[in-house]
């Protein structure tokens, strides 16, 4: 089994930055994905960044895209999200999330996920 820990979520003003983190452990070599979903008041899950390493790519939409970051250190067994300029619409729970394989956009697809932190971004 793998766990995954996120934290880093809090209260920021519009245009400023959180980083967030998630720390797995356990049997972290059976997967190969990680990627980042948010779910607002009243929204679905969407997925805000992925990031595989066979082969190596990142995937980001185009709400987020050139604003958040996402990132792994090996090392830590960790993966991050840095989030600039933040918006209002960024407010949301973010969850951390990993499978096996490739990078999917859909929630079911991921076999792992954390228990979530929240972001609020003030106007």
């Known amino acids: 089994q793998v766990q995954l820990v996120e934290s880093g979520g809090g209260l920021v003003q519009a245009g400023g930055s959180l980083r967030l983190s998630c720390a797995a452990s356990g049997r972290t070599f059976s997967t190969n994905t990680m990627a980042w979903f948010r779910q607002g008041p009243g929204k679905e899950s969407a997925c805000v960044a992925a990031?595989?390493?066979?082969?190596?790519?990142?995937y980001y939409p185009d709400p987020v895209k050139g604003r958040f970051t996402i990132a792994r250190d090996n090392a830590k067994n960790t993966v991050y999200l840095q989030m600039n300029s933040l918006k209002p619409e960024d407010t949301a729970v973010y969850y951390c999330?990993?499978?096996?394989?490739?990078?999917?956009?859909?929630?079911?697809?991921?076999?792992?996920w954390g228990q979530g932190t929240q972001v609020t971004v003030s106007s």
């Open positions: 990031i595989t390493w066979n082969p190596d790519y990142t």
């Open positions: 999330a990993a499978k096996k394989g490739g990078i999917s956009r859909v929630p079911g697809a991921y076999d792992y």
